[in-house]
Every structure is written in structure tokens, then in C-alpha cells.
């Protein structure tokens, strides 16, 4: 039960001849990413401003951009969702997901910090993790320069970046000081060991195949050993407790729906609040192709909705 949107976008991608991502270089693979969103991505909205910043990382700065939200007064105090582009930690940029960043400040009127961190294969596993966890932080701290409140954080990626947020969130409840109050987990990679049934039944004719996946992990973790670790795979940590509340996404026939799943449920057995959202016609990566398909417009207003409940004033 495929959506018909979803088949006529991966015929359209067969026809074109677009070659799949693991037959590229990063190099390549990061242009075709980008080349891709005029062909699915919506128009990029209005919005009050998007500006660039950097925060200071372990290897130099970390390129963000911060967005606020049409209609938002530049002295207005606003609600923050720093944000973790998706692309496997080997491509996507702030541009690749502008118009996501956009859809979602205007959507849930917060503030949003989009984090360009660095990616494989040129910076390897936890490189994206520290580059995160500091952009976070810088955030955190220089909130009242940004017009921004450090008491209405929340985390969120797709993909690889919810993997990233996933982390974050486990990170700061560890070492405190960093209060996020949400989870925005949008078809989040949960688990380096790639061994969900889900990674088989839709792990071709999907756009995001196994060996997609495949090509992706062995230019972030360059050691199997290191797919045990909590800040590659959040779902193995040995504590899901005391976590923000989350929301979780995801697609019927996406590889990663399993492990998606399997974290909404650990999140929930321990204690946290999590919902769970399974938007079953749909492939991998689709929240950012409105232009071709509808339910994309559903999952970010879904996604908007619950920052904009979750980040309210108390």
C-alpha cells in the first residue's frame, strides 16, 4: 500500500537514470542531494530572519543558522528547536534542509537553530556527536543574545540527525546542565547494528536501500565495535529514563521504521512520555518533499504542532 505519490517519485527517479547514493563519492553524493530539492522540495517560506552564526567547536567553528518565525518582533523572547539536519552523517547542510527549518519556525512559532556539523568520511564517529552536543550547548548559553529562551529547549533531526538529537538529549540528561524539555524524532537511525526486520523487507525499491545504509555507515564508523556505542546507537544505552518527552515519526516503508519504533517503545517503557506516529504509505526522507508528495505538508504541520504544545509557556 505504497502511497501513489511515493511510486511515481521512484519511477520518476528510474526513469531520470539518478544513480543511487552508495554508487557515488560524498563528494557527488552531497551535489545530487542538493540538485534534488528543486525537483521535491516546496518553495523555501517567508520568514522574519535567517541568519548565520557559528558556535565554537572542537575543531573550529560550527556553521548554524537561526530562523525565527514570520511575524515574530525581533525583541520577542522565543521557544528554540536546535535542529540536525538528516543525509546518513556524510551528506546534507543547512541548505538541504532550509526549507524544513522554515516550515517548522512558522509552523510552531519557536525559533529554530539548524547545525551544520561535521561529517564522514572526512571527520569519522563521534565528530557529528561532539559537533552537536557543542552547538547545543553554545545555544543554550548565549540565549538571551539570541533573543531566545534557555528554558524552552527542545532537540530534533530526521534520519541521521535524529540519531544526533536522540544522543543530545541522553548526553545533557547525563552530564545536566543543558535542560531540554523535547524530542522532535523524525524517522530517527537508532541502531549502528542494521539487524531490524525492517532493514529487509524494505530494504530495497525504497530510495534509502540497504546498501545506501551500508555506504553511510562505514563512512561515519570506521570499526563495527564502535556501533555498540550509546552515541552511535542511542537505542543501546543502558538508561532511557528521565529523557524529555518525545515525538517520534515514521514511514511504513522505510528501513529505519523498525528501530524507530523499538525507541518510541523504550522511551515509553521507561518512564517517558512518547508518541509514536507511523505515517504507513510513505518512504524514507519524504517530510521534505511537499512538493511531490502531500503527506509531507500532514508530517510538518504534525511535527509543528506538537514543538508548539511542548514549548509553550507553562
Known sequence: MLHPQAQALLRLIEEKGIPPTHTLT??????????????????????????????????????????????????????VLVYYHGGGWVIGNRDSHDVLCRQLANGSGCAVVSVDYRMGPENRFPAAVD?????????????????????????????????????????????????????????????????????????????????????????????????????????????????????VLIAGYDPLRDEGLAYAQKLTEAGNRSALVNFERQIHGFITMGRVIDEAHVAVQLCAAQLREALRPE
Open 26 to 79: 560524498p563528494e557527488k553524493a552531497r551535489e545530487y542531494y542538493l540538485v534534488r530539492r528543486a525537483v521535491t522540495q516546496p518553495d523555501p517560506p517567508e520568514v522574519a530572519l535567517a541568519r548565520d552564526l557559528a558556535a565554537p567547536g572542537a575543531a573550529g567553528d560550527i556553521p548554524l543558522r537561526l530562523y525565527r518565525p514570520l511575524g515574530a518582533a525581533p525583541s520577542k523572547v522565543l521557544p
Open 131 to 247: 559537533d552537536s552536543i557543542a552547538a547545543t550547548r553554545w545555544v543554550h548559553e548565549h540565549a538571551a543574545e539570541l533573543k531566545l529562551d534557555p528554558a524552552r529547549l527542545a532537540v530534533g533531526g530526521d534520519s541521521a540527525g535524529g540519531n544526533l538529537a536522540a544522543v543530545v538529549a541522553l548526553d545533557a540528561r547525563d552530564r545536566g546542565g543543558l535542560p531540554i524539555v523535547f524530542q522532535l524524532l523524525i524517522y530517527p537511525a537508532t541502531d549502528q547494528r542494521r539487524g531490524w526486520p525492517s532493514h529487509q523487507t524494505n530494504g530495497q525499491g525504497y530510495l534509502l536501500t540497504r546498501d545506501t545504509i551500508t555506504y553511510f555507515h562505514d563512512h561515519y564508523i570506521d570499526d563495527p565495535k564502535k556501533d555498540l556505542d550509546w552515541r552511535a546507537s542511542p537505542l543501546l544505552h543502558a538508561d532511557h529514563s528521565r529523557l524529555p518527552p518525545a515525538f
